[in-house]
């Protein structure tokens, strides 16, 4: 656990713009089920709103990922609200996912939280009342002018934490993360091939590396996960992207056991028949993954964009970043926004809270989030990153935002469904099961957590 600042607490009554006992648009009323009993946000809230109570203490608890962001935001924040003081305790990944929920629990839990889209952390932040939507603060920001409907949904919510993506907004990010191809430019330019732009770039790419004696693409599977991510990448030229939205999202009769899924499915275990993941490959690490193409070992990497500052350290430029477009131009991957920030329901710092989560999200944050890594959604046609990786991440980044291509995580679709997407891809690689068997077996996870959940819902009296 890293500490940026520990300091002692102090109250802070709710003022200015908060209309007192009023529910927060969109969520239903004043409910406890929500987690909002007290006030909303009518428009933004000023400094002398943020000032007028005095002495204040906020407190946000983060994933490790964002203490580059975080170190550079505070400063910004408490010039400006010269009053507040901000305490920000970050937590590995893993951590914190195992821990949130009893945090915001507690009697002191902390003002400002990060949470994980999908069912296994969001939703029963959710359900437990423990964060407070937020729509009322997206209207009065105007952040629905900045994202797509469907980006949005994955973090909306009914109240009762039992459906997903629809509803109320519970959480928000400033930037976007995704699966592409990242390629070594010595080795392309050693084969003659242009770096690919579309799906048929792409697999033509990996065939000719492949005839020159090269290992394709370089993967590391230990994790269980990346492997998944490339049958990800492939779906995304085949299922559209409301689909598989629909589908993580539990909307009723939606199915992955479809032709486009076994079609992909199918792609990929060819692709590991033919070698072109090299071997061994689920004793790899993601990370030793990474390592071993920026040593040169595979022509291709696909992995997320976050790897972009690191490689194009590593490799001293000598790296490129696509992805592969859908027949119509427009591109689909494995990807989200960030992990969502939310607002405790239990705060008694709100103005101070929604003015951080501004400042976040604010157009002049956007060069900072850019220089510290990070892929803004704000700030569009005004952000240069340091290196030519990072620009090709951020401009493709925000073509699948306009693309509305961000299909989410399939892990996300059931609290047991990383571990069952992970132990099906390796037995898919391995030979050991079919493509159908492959869909059908994740279609069975969510089958049964979709029955769950609406035994769950109807026991508690909420959305059957």
Same mark, same amino acid.
């Given at each position: 656990m890293n500490k940026l600042r520990w300091t002692g607490a102090a109250g802070l009554a709710l003022t200015g713009l908060l209309v007192s006992g009023c529910g927060v648009p969109g969520a239903g009323g004043t409910t406890a089920s929500s987690g909002v009993t007290g006030p909303r946000i009518t428009q933004p809230v000023t400094v002398q709103e943020v000032a007028k109570p005095g002495p204040t203490t906020l407190r946000v608890l983060a994933d490790s990922g964002e203490d580059a962001t975080l170190k550079a935001l505070v400063p910004m924040y408490e010039k400006k609200?010269?009053?507040? /003081?901000?305490?920000? #305790?970050? /937590?590995?990944?893993?951590?914190?996912? /195992?821990? #949130?929920?009893?945090?915001?629990?507690?009697?002191?839990a902390p003002d400002l939280v990060q949470g994980n889209q999908g069912y296994g952390t969001d939703g029963p932040l959710v359900k437990a009342g423990l964060i407070r939507p937020l729509d009322d603060v997206m209207r009065a920001y105007g952040w629905e002018n900045t994202f797509t409907d469907g980006a949005l949904k994955q973090y909306r919510w009914t109240p009762d934490g039992a459906v997903f993506g629809s509803g109320s907004l519970y959480g928000i990010s400033p930037a976007t993360e995704y699966v592409g191809v990242f390629y070594n430019t010595d080795k392309l330019a050693k084969l003659g091939i242009k770096p690919p732009t579309t799906y048929a770039e792409f697999t033509d790419a990996l065939a000719r590396a492949e005839a020159a004696g090269q290992q394709p693409i370089?993967?590391?599977?230990?994790?269980?996960?990346?492997?998944?991510? #490339?049958?990800?990448? #492939?779906?995304?030229?085949?299922?559209?992207?409301r689909d598989i939205r629909s589908w993580i999202s539990g909307v009723p009769g939606a199915t992955i056991a479809d032709q486009g899924t076994e079609a992909a499915a199918r792609t990929v275990q060819d692709w590991a028949k033919r070698g072109w993941f090299g071997n061994g490959y689920d004793g790899i690490s993601s990370d030793d993954a990474v390592a071993k193409f920026s040593h040169g070992q595979g022509v291709f990497l696909v992995a997320g964009s976050w790897n972009a500052p690191a490689l194009q350290q590593s490799m001293n430029g000598h790296v490129g970043f696509t992805l592969p477009a859908r027949p119509d131009g427009t591109r689909a991957t494995v990807g989200s926004l960030g992990l969502g920030w939310h607002i405790s329901s239990k705060t008694q710092h709100l103005p101070a809270a929604v003015a951080f989560l501004d400042m976040l999200m604010s157009d002049r944050f956007a060069q900072t989030l850019a220089d510290v890594g990070r892929t803004p959604v704000t700030g569009q046609g005004t952000v240069k990153a340091d290196s030519k990786v990072v620009d090709q991440v951020n401009g493709i980044g925000l073509k699948l935002l306009a693309d509305d291509g961000q299909n989410f995580y399939l892990d996300w679709a059931s609290t047991t469904m990383l571990d069952t997407i992970g132990s099906r891809t390796q037995d898919l690689l391995a030979g050991r099961t079919s493509p159908r068997g492959f869909a059908e077996g994740l279609q069975n996870n969510w089958l049964a957590f979709q029955q769950q959940q609406r035994q769950d819902a109807a026991a508690a009296g909420g959305t059957p």
């Open positions: 609200y010269p009053n507040v /003081k901000v305490e920000v #305790v970050t /937590k590995g990944f893993d951590d914190l996912m /195992k821990t #949130v929920v009893n945090s915001m629990s507690g009697t002191d370089m993967l590391g599977n230990s994790e269980k996960y990346p492997a998944s991510q #490339v049958i990800g990448l #492939v779906q995304a030229q085949n299922v559209p992207s």
